[in-house]
């Protein structure tokens, strides 16, 4: 009996440009469970981006079959993959994504808002999600009035706001600096060990190191899929706690 | 996704582009100005004309040679002009012979006369009228003070008037003109009694007058070349009708109309002449729709345009969203509602500007104020169609949008 949280079968993601065919993914096998904390590295081109897309159900394979938590991801329709992405995924992209007209507070509401909360709850929530993040004293500033760390933890808090299972961060820390980069691997690793499954692009050994599991993946294909010491570590602890 | 925060977004996005939503605005400013404007003009129009005519008195009609408003081309006018004038002497049968009215009033009626005393002089723009007692009633009229004209005064074709307020202003001011005397191309009357002041009404004046006794008045002008002015009451509301065919029954018979002949008077009511003024304004109505409709059309056309410029430029914003969980509904809500309310406020703009337009000529032509609450109610309506039917399709493409795709947009 599997109990994989994301259960990713063959997976295969083809672009067609004209008279062009390009396999941006070919054939990706993949099993993730609940706590674990991955890190996906891989040259650029590679399809690390195109993979953590489809895991967070922004786009679609074009061959293949993923399941989430059981459930056949391929066969839904797009308003309940926009319920699994407001519910059920956290995403952080390298670029933010915040939108530039609304402050901190708006910003993370936001999934709370597609998700029918009433006002009072949804405030309450994302100041609580802020204040996780250290932006206590930022919720009125606009991602112009902000500096790179802070819109990444604006990002993350409202990647957090609805509490997902799942956090899928796609080079987080690509725009930062080396040591707003680690403030923000820590936040992640904090959200780790209260029991988010995480899943990280980077290219950064680094950043990597702080994964439990590193998947290197090339021309569209898993090269190797390594525990480190310390996800075994982690796992182990786990095994004696079950 | 609740609509108030549906509503905020949308006001938001139009404070942020205030010009461009100013421009596209104009359109719909224009379309609904234009109907809203020429309808409350109509309306107030109108009720004036009502107004007007209420001075007819209630269940009140009149027979005339002439119809009371002619629209027709110069052959219809001839038919008209070709008619053997009413005579008073056929009124006088009409009153004997007729048996359903209540009261019934013989007028004769001269025009473009200056009236004198021997101090003073007025245009020559008062009228004269030769009537009887039962005027009053017929023309809901009420003397101010003095009396009226009576039987006795027609028995003796005695030479007293009964004048408007005009006149007084004009030949009596600060004199009691009771028992004065007054000159009407040459003639001297009595004035024996003033009528309340009516005021204006289109830009004319409704005091400038004098009554004579309808006999005196014949006496003076001669029998011939004019025409008389029947009005009459009807013993009441229910027997309006039968009274109108009464009435048309017997005047054919004095008249000698051959049966199968049309009618060689008109008779018509406040209830006829309203029909025929809205008949009238409907011509002006159309033309209001349609250029309405021509101005919309293309503000609706602007509208999708900016929708979709809209749509491209904030393709990233709608990749956000989706990305966290907007559905393809919620997406293509908001964007209709953004082009609504930017037709309603359009809409609401043109309705206020329209009213005000349309009472201010209104009061030039001293029509009262009204506000066409019916056009205001179709005007929203309309604005929020031309938003939903402009808008569908720029916000059915920002919601169809794939979401990596739109968070890839450049
Ligand atoms: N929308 C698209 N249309 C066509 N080709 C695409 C599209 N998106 C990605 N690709 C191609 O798919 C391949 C994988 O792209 P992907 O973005 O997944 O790479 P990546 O591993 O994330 O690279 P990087 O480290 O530079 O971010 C690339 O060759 C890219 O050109
Ligand atoms: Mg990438």
């Given at each position: ?12 993601k083809?672009?067609i ?11 990706v096998?993949?099993k993730?469970?609940?706590?674990e904390y ?5 040259p650029?081109?590679?399809g690390?981006s195109?993979?953590m897309?489809?895991i ?6 074009t ?12 066969e839904?329709?797009?308003d309940?993959l926009?319920?699994i992405?407001?519910?059920?995924i956290?995403f ?9 007209r609304s402050?901190?507070?708006h910003n993370v509401?936001?999934p ?6 009433p006002?009072?709850e ?6 609580e ?14 991602p112009?009035?902000?500096?790179g760390g802070?819109?990444?933890r604006?990002a ?5 706001v609805?509490?997902?299972s799942?956090i899928?961060a ?14 923000i691997m820590?936040?992640?690793e904090e959200?780790?060990?209260?029991g988010?499954?995480i899943i990280?692009?980077t ?5 990597a ?5 590193v ?8 090269e ?7 996800g075994?570590a ?9 | 996704?609740?609509v108030?925060e549906l ?9 942020n582009n205030?010009i461009?939503?100013m421009?596209?605005l104009?359109g719909?400013?224009?379309?609904v100005?234009s ?5 409350t ?17 209630s269940?009140?009609?009149q ?9 027709g081309d ?6 008209f002009?070709n ?6 002497d ?8 007729a048996?359903?009215y209540?009261?019934m009033s013989i ?15 007025t245009?020559?723009?008062f ?10 009633e017929c ?22 008037a009964?004048i408007g ?7 009596f ?6 028992g004065?005397?007054i ?9 024996i009694g003033?009528?309340?002041k009516?005021g ?9 007058f004098?009554?004579?006794?309808i006999?005196?008045?014949?006496q ?5 070349n004019?025409s008389?002015n029947?009005a009459?009451?009807a013993?009441?509301?229910?027997e ?5 065919e009464?009435i048309?029954?017997?005047l054919?018979?004095?008249r000698g109309?051959?049966p199968g002949?049309?009618d ?7 209830e ?6 809205n ?14 409709f021509?101005a919309?059309l ?22 956000i969203?989706?990305?966290i969980?907007a559905?393809s509904?919620?997406v ?5 509602i ?6 309603e406020?359009g809409?609401i703009?043109?309705?206020?500007l ?8 209104g ?5 009262p104020v009204?506000?066409p ?7 929203l309506?309309?604005?929020?169609a031309?938003?939903?039917a ?13 979401p990596?795709d739109?968070?890839?947009y450049e």
């Amino acid at each position: 009996m599997e109990n994989n949280l994301i259960d990713l079968k063959g997976i295969e993601k083809v672009y067609i440009m004209g008279t062009e065919v390009l396999y941006a993914l070919k054939g990706v096998d993949l099993k993730i469970n609940k706590n674990e904390y991955i890190a996906i590295m891989g040259p650029s081109g590679s399809g690390k981006s195109t993979l953590m897309n489809i895991i967070g159900c922004l786009d679609t394979p074009t061959g293949g079959e993923y399941f989430l938590n059981g459930k056949n991801v391929s066969e839904m329709d797009d308003d309940e993959l926009a319920e699994i992405r407001n519910l059920e995924i956290g995403f952080v992209f390298q670029t933010f994504n915040l939108l530039a007209r609304s402050n901190a507070l708006h910003n993370v509401e936001l999934p709370l808002i597609y998700k029918g909360l009433p006002k009072t709850e949804r405030i309450e929530k994302a100041e609580e999600a802020l204040y996780n993040v250290g932006l206590e004293d930022r919720m009125t500033h606009k991602p112009n009035e902000l500096s790179g760390g802070q819109r990444q933890r604006v990002a993350i808090a409202r990647a957090l706001v609805n509490d997902p299972s799942i956090i899928l961060a796609d080079e987080p820390t690509g725009n930062l600096d080396t040591k707003t980069g680690q403030e923000i691997m820590q936040l992640l690793e904090e959200l780790n060990q209260k029991g988010n499954t995480i899943i990280i692009v980077t290219h950064e050994e680094e950043i990597a190191m702080h994964a439990h599991r590193v998947v290197k993946i090339r021309d569209g294909k898993i090269e190797s899929d390594v525990k480190s010491n310390k996800g075994r570590a982690m796992s182990e602890r786990k095994e004696i706690i079950i | 996704m609740p609509v108030t925060e549906l509503i905020r977004i949308a006001f938001n996005t139009l404070r942020n582009n205030k010009i461009r939503a100013m421009l596209t605005l104009s359109g719909i400013v224009i379309g609904v100005f234009s109907i809203i404007a020429i309808m409350t003009l109509l309306n107030a129009l109108q009720a004036g004309i009502e107004g007007g005519l209420n001075s007819l008195g209630s269940n009140t009609f009149q027979v005339q040679k002439f119809p009371a408003m002619q629209f027709g081309d110069a052959h219809s006018r001839n038919k008209f002009r070709n008619r053997e004038d009413i005579t008073y002497d056929q009124g006088k049968r009409l009153k004997e012979k007729a048996t359903l009215y209540k009261y019934m009033s013989i007028e004769d009626y001269v025009y473009q006369k200056a009236f004198k005393t021997n101090k003073a002089k007025t245009n020559p723009n008062f009228y004269v009228g030769g009537v009887e007692p039962e005027y009053l009633e017929c023309n809901n009229k009420t003397i101010q003070y003095g009396r009226f004209i009576t039987q006795n005064d027609l028995i003796r074709n005695s030479k007293v008037a009964v004048i408007g307020m005009d006149a007084v202003e004009k030949l009596f001011p600060n004199v009691d003109p009771i028992g004065k005397d007054i000159i009407i191309d040459n003639n001297q009357y009595k004035v024996i009694g003033v009528f309340q002041k009516e005021g204006e009404g289109f830009g004319q004046s409704n005091d400038n007058f004098a009554l004579l006794p309808i006999t005196t008045m014949q006496q003076v002008y001669g029998k011939n070349n004019r025409s008389m002015n029947i009005a009459i009451q009807a013993p009441g509301k229910e027997e309006f009708n039968e009274s109108v065919e009464n009435i048309v029954t017997v005047l054919r018979s004095i008249r000698g109309d051959k049966p199968g002949e049309a009618d060689s008077f008109e008779i018509f009511s406040n209830e006829s002449l309203i029909g025929q003024v809205n008949s009238f304004t409907k011509y002006f109505k159309y033309g209001a729709g349609f250029i309405s409709f021509i101005a919309l059309l293309a503000a609706g056309i602007g509208i999708m345009n900016i929708m979709l410029v809209s749509v491209t430029e904030r393709t990233k914003e709608i990749g956000i969203r989706k990305a966290i969980g907007a559905k393809s509904g919620s997406v293509l809500i908001q964007f209709l509602i953004e082009a609504v309310i930017l037709c309603e406020l359009g809409g609401i703009i043109g309705i206020v500007l329209g009213i005000v337009t349309g009472n201010l000529l209104g009061m030039y032509l001293n029509s009262p104020v009204v506000i066409p609450y019916d056009w205001v109610v179709i005007g929203l309506v309309v604005c929020s169609a031309v938003g939903i039917a402009f808008g569908v399709y720029p916000a059915y493409k920002a919601a169809k949008l794939n979401p990596i795709d739109a968070l890839r947009y450049e």
